[in-house]
């Protein structure tokens, strides 16, 4: 038995600039009160959902089937529906209606060979029951009809509001018992919207569904960073007059002013421990990356000493190394140094514009945008072989960044003459664009597996 779950960016051409070009335009606005910002503890709901638009699939695909769950009618989330949407936007998984008019549940006695005669390789059955305390018991059972053999029966206790977290586990569950690693379906990923004189720092699942606002403000919120955790979220607000760097804890609402200096404070990147902040202050002249406690903003120590611009830093998940963007070399190029500055190394040859970089949780492979034909694109880079490829094609991309098993990577785009939001699988054969009927959603970043 399981325990109870819990529940327009900014032109690309201008990213390396970011929080200076920011700073200037919020100088210019002379005479502008102090903006009114209300942070909030998790969840209160955002209004505008997600609609998903998936091409491509996978070099190879699963047939599977997913029944309806007994008793999962008059819920509040239907549960094979989720499964059925997470699986299919993999691009790994091609759903085979089989099952409508079957009445099936995780006890039922199956007969592999028939499944398998109609071109069902799995097969996912449960039920959903109300139990005395208001609470609903999920549960399921994964057959392979190859092996003819059931890889998993389980049963989840868990609120009502939590059905969708659930159902997401679920085909996380399936994923991996299939495809060998984990999926990140249960995960969430942070974004900016932005309408007329209004943004919202928002919360949702990997699914773009459950937007929840964490922060809204009269004036720019940018740069969300994820704590490795996923328990605080990182960001830039510009509600005192100048960018900030705050840390903002999801569960409660609290949040701290961790970089606050002179100048910009900008692009905050958490250590994997979760101790350390990189960020980019200009207290000193020019733009240059710090590391300080994540805590308290205490321990403050300077990382990069030339007179160009360096921004964007991203720690690598076995805490060694830092990428970073740089123009030290004439144009925006990313680098490679050590967690105390040491040793800088440029990474990135191809193109005479690269920005951006996020570092594979492997450490295999580097994603970032680049400049190729006058176009802004999300390339990935293979960091032993040197070998990069390039992903997307509407030349508008920007802040890319990995699902936390690095199979796929989340960026802005524009859709529809708004921003949006894009997945694509880092061979580039799966796309997914997530727009909205609300403003425009910019600065994504994905975040990272949690307890929850």
């Not at 970032?368 to 072989?385: C, E, N, P, S």
Request: charged share 20%; hydrophobic share 35%; with cysteine.
């Amino acid at each position: 038995m399981m325990t109870e779950l819990n529940p327009t960016a900014m032109p690309i051409s201008t990213s390396i600039r970011r929080s200076q070009s920011a700073c200037i335009r919020w100088l210019q606005r002379i005479g502008v009160l102090v903006a009114s910002v209300t942070a909030a503890a998790l969840p209160i709901a955002a209004h505008a959902q997600l609609k998903i638009d998936i091409t491509g699939v996978g070099a190879n695909q699963i047939n599977y089937s997913a029944a309806p769950f007994q008793g999962n009618q008059g819920l509040p989330e239907d549960i094979k529906a989720i499964i059925d949407s997470d699986l299919t936007r993999s691009g790994f998984f091609k759903a085979i209606n089989t099952t409508s008019n079957i009445d099936l549940n995780e006890s039922t006695l199956i007969d592999p060979t028939a499944w398998k005669s109609v071109g069902v390789d799995a097969l996912v059955v449960g039920s959903v029951r109300k139990t005395s305390d208001g609470r609903v018991d999920i549960r399921f059972n994964l057959h392979d009809t190859a092996q003819q053999k059931s890889l998993g029966k389980f049963s989840y206790v868990v609120a009502p509001s939590a059905m969708r977290l659930t159902a997401h586990k679920i085909a996380d569950f399936v994923y991996e018992k299939l495809l060998g690693e984990k999926g990140v379906f249960a995960t969430r990923i942070a974004y900016v919207e932005k309408s007329p004189g209004r943004y919202r720092l928002i919360i949702a699942d990997s699914d773009g569904a459950n937007p929840q606002v964490a922060l809204a403000s009269k004036e720019p919120i940018i740069s969300p960073a994820w704590s490795p955790d996923g328990r605080q979220l990182a960001y830039v607000s510009f509600e005192t007059r100048k960018p900030v760097v705050f840390v903002h804890e999801l569960a409660t609402g609290k949040r701290r002013a961790v970089a606050n200096f002179k100048g910009s404070n900008s692009a905050p990147a958490w250590s994997s421990d979760g101790r350390k902040l990189a960020v980019v202050l200009t207290k000193d002249g020019g733009s240059q990356i710090f590391s300080m406690n994540a805590a308290d903003g205490s321990g403050l120590d300077r990382l990069t000493s030339t007179g160009g611009i360096n921004t964007e830093p991203n720690y690598s998940q076995d805490g060694q190394n830092i990428y970073f963007t740089s123009d030290r070399s004439g144009g925006p190029q990313i680098y490679r140094m050590g967690t105390s500055g040491a040793n800088p190394t440029r990474v990135t040859f191809e193109g005479g514009y690269n920005i951006s970089p996020r570092v594979s949780p492997d450490g295999k492979m580097l994603t970032y945008v680049t400049r190729r034909d006058g176009q802004f694109k999300i390339a990935v880079l293979d960091l032993a072989g040197g070998q990069d490829m390039v992903l997307t094609s509407t030349g508008r991309e920007e802040s890319p960044s990995f699902s936390p098993n690095g199979r796929f990577i989340l960026y802005a785009t524009r859709a529809g003459g708004k921003g949006a939001l894009a997945m694509v699988s880092k061979d580039g054969r799966v796309k997914n664009t997530l727009s909205s009927t609300g403003g425009d959603i910019a600065e994504p970043t994905w975040g990272p597996y949690t307890n929850d």
